[in-house]
């Protein structure tokens, strides 16, 4: 890691101060090492516990800005005295890039940023990058039951970072991704200049909606289309195990009914041990009523054996809390930032294009069982409907038609096995090895927003050539990384906001782009 001078941060303290009008107002929003607030503050929203190690590299300042206009002198002094960006939203980067860097550098915390306006009847929403998207559905709710979102299911999410990447939550099946509703959106790129849909161009506009807006500014807002729910949504979770429930089966059978079902109806999928068993937990959001719900289930998927007293009715926003395995009552938990239960945790994804055999999902239960596994999940999330409707080049986010489902091996681990944490990493790599054969390939698509360093990583100092960000572009991106490699060279060529797996500018001419 590179060490900093003392002075290169005193000189950004210094420039900072001297470009902000209002003098007073900067210093309670500063925070450098010797502040007795600096550690919480950095670790109010670590959300992988991985990051929070000694040998983690910290921030030389963090800075949680009151107001938009605090930010564009934040990156000329940062760029005057060859300083980084990290900008963090919610904190939920499974690689802690929005927190983490291995030069000298500082953390833009977006957590005052956080105003939500709903205009009902323009079924629209100005979101501050900082909010959490469980404030976002809250809300709404406060306005209106009969309008909703289609973001995250974990509700303590940042919507900087989760629409950034595209974003998805159980409405993807009838309304697509977080990222396909945004309409607006106001950002401060590499020069200081806040611009919004109309002054960035619609090229960077695209780029931002799926391309990770990290690469390309600091978001400070996103207009967002809201979208129509049905007064009654109705939710269940059923499990099975797969010693003498069928679980296994049923997750078979699953991959041919969840994503070519109706759109209303998303069911998903969440694997997992339990003491001495596999359960399998099919979770789901229908937007309508229960009778409708069980009749279509009884004919599409009659083998889950689903039936009335399964089923619960409630509003959209209730079933926002029910999904991410929350009670129901209060709704104000939505506005918790908190996250309870943090762990370490590696993250791989997938995209699975052709049903995988039952032999492979019984070779998957297999290693559950294995000591390393003992708090990992599969999870799967069915795509179809409108995500086959969208072109791939709609939005950098490529995963569209003729995805079944996404599928997410989530390895999670205690802090008090930290010094294990290499063989729960490798593990996870087994795991990604041990399912080669059965998603997709060339590339083998994965989800930014479950960011994977394993997949390869940018220089970190000098220069990454197009073929070198390509081993992970291309999956993330597929044939979209092309044009973000345009939008940036275009936007940030000198490469100001850069991180492992940032946007690379490349001369105009190179890998004809």
């Known amino acids: 890691m590179t060490t900093p001078s003392t002075s290169s941060v005193s000189s950004f303290l210094e420039c900072f101060a001297q470009e902000c009008e209002n003098h007073s107002s900067i210093t309670n929003v500063i925070y450098t090492p010797t502040n007795p607030s600096y550690t919480s503050v950095l670790q109010s929203t670590i959300r992988n516990t991985r990051f929070l190690s000694e040998s983690t590299p910290k921030p030389q300042v963090i800075i949680t800005p009151e107001s938009e206009t605090q930010i564009p002198p934040i990156i000329r002094c940062a760029k005057k005295c060859g300083l980084q960006?990290?900008?963090?939203?919610?904190?939920?980067?499974?690689?802690?890039?929005?927190?983490?860097?291995?030069?000298?550098?500082?953390?833009?915390?977006?957590?005052?940023?956080?105003?939500?306006?709903?205009?009902?009847?323009?079924?629209?929403?100005?979101?501050?990058?900082?909010?959490?998207?469980?404030?976002?559905?809250?809300?709404?709710?406060?306005?209106?039951?009969?309008?909703?979102?289609?973001?995250?299911?974990?509700?303590?999410?940042?919507?900087?970072?989760?629409?950034?990447?595209?974003?998805?939550?159980?409405?993807?099946?009838?309304?697509?991704?977080?990222?396909?509703?945004?309409?607006?959106?106001?950002?401060?790129?590499?020069?200081?200049?806040?611009?919004?849909?109309?002054?960035?161009?619609?090229?960077?506009?695209?780029?931002?909606?799926?391309?990770?807006?990290?690469?390309?500014?600091?978001?400070?807002?996103?207009k967002i289309q809201l979208v129509d729910v049905p007064e009654t949504v109705t939710v269940f979770s059923i499990l099975r195990n797969v010693e003498e429930q069928n679980g296994a089966e049923l997750w078979h059978r699953w991959q041919y009914v969840a994503p070519q079902a109706d759109k209303d109806l998303f069911v998903g999928v969440i694997v997992y041990r339990a003491d001495t068993t596999v359960q399998v937990n099919f979770f789901s959001a229908f937007q309508g009523g229960a009778d409708r719900l069980v009749s279509y289930m009884q004919e599409v998927f009659p083998e889950l054996g689903l039936v009335r007293e399964d089923c619960t009715e409630m509003s959209w926003v209730e079933s926002t809390l029910f999904s991410n395995q929350m009670p129901i009552d209060p709704l104000d938990a939505l506005l918790n930032r908190i996250q309870p239960?943090?762990?370490?945790?590696?993250?791989?994804?997938?995209?699975?294009?052709?049903?995988?055999?039952?032999?492979?999902?019984?070779?998957?239960?297999?290693?559950?069982r294995e000591p390393e596994a003992d708090e990992t999940i599969y999870y799967m999330v069915p795509y179809g409907g409108r995500m086959d409707e969208i072109s791939e080049s709609?939005?950098?986010?490529?995963?569209?038609?003729?995805?079944?489902?996404?599928?997410?091996?989530?390895?999670?681990w205690q802090d008090s096995e930290a010094a294990d944490a290499d063989r729960y990493i490798s593990w996870s790599r087994k795991y990604?090895?041990?399912?080669?054969?059965?998603?997709?390939?060339?590339?083998?698509?994965?989800?930014?927003?479950?960011?994977?360093?394993?997949?390869?990583?940018?220089?970190?100092?000098?220069?990454?050539s197009y073929e070198q960000a390509s081993v992970w572009g291309k999956p993330y991106y597929k044939d979209n990384f092309d044009r973000l490699v345009r939008v940036k060279t275009a936007v940030d060529p000198d490469n100001f906001f850069r991180n492992e797996q940032s946007i690379p500018p490349v001369c105009k001419s190179a890998a004809g782009i």
């Open 85 to 222: 960006i990290r900008t963090r939203s919610g904190g939920h980067d499974m690689e802690g890039l929005s927190y983490v860097a291995k030069v000298p550098f500082v953390i833009i915390d977006l957590v005052n940023l956080t105003e939500v306006t709903v205009d009902v009847e323009a079924k629209t929403a100005w979101v501050e990058a900082g909010a959490t998207t469980g404030v976002v559905y809250y809300k709404i709710a406060e306005k209106t039951r009969t309008l909703g979102f289609p973001g995250a299911i974990c509700t303590t999410v940042g919507v900087g970072g989760h629409y950034g990447g595209g974003g998805y939550g159980t409405l993807l099946r009838k309304y697509g991704l977080a990222g396909d509703n945004v309409i607006d959106a106001r950002i401060v790129d590499a020069n200081g200049d806040i611009l919004d849909r109309e002054s960035m161009g619609e090229d960077l506009f695209w780029a931002i909606r799926g391309g990770g807006a990290a690469s390309f500014g600091v978001v400070t807002a996103w």
């Open 394 to 412: 709609e939005t950098p986010f490529p995963h569209r038609a003729g995805a079944l489902y996404k599928l997410a091996g989530l390895t999670y």
């Open 432 to 464: 990604y090895e041990y399912t080669t054969p059965y998603v997709s390939s060339s590339p083998r698509e994965a989800y930014l927003n479950y960011r994977d360093l394993d997949i390869g990583v940018n220089n970190v100092v000098g220069e990454t």
């Open 341 to 368: 239960g943090l762990r370490q945790l590696k993250a791989k994804s997938d995209y699975v294009r052709t049903a995988v055999p039952l032999d492979a999902i019984q070779g998957m239960v297999s290693m559950l």
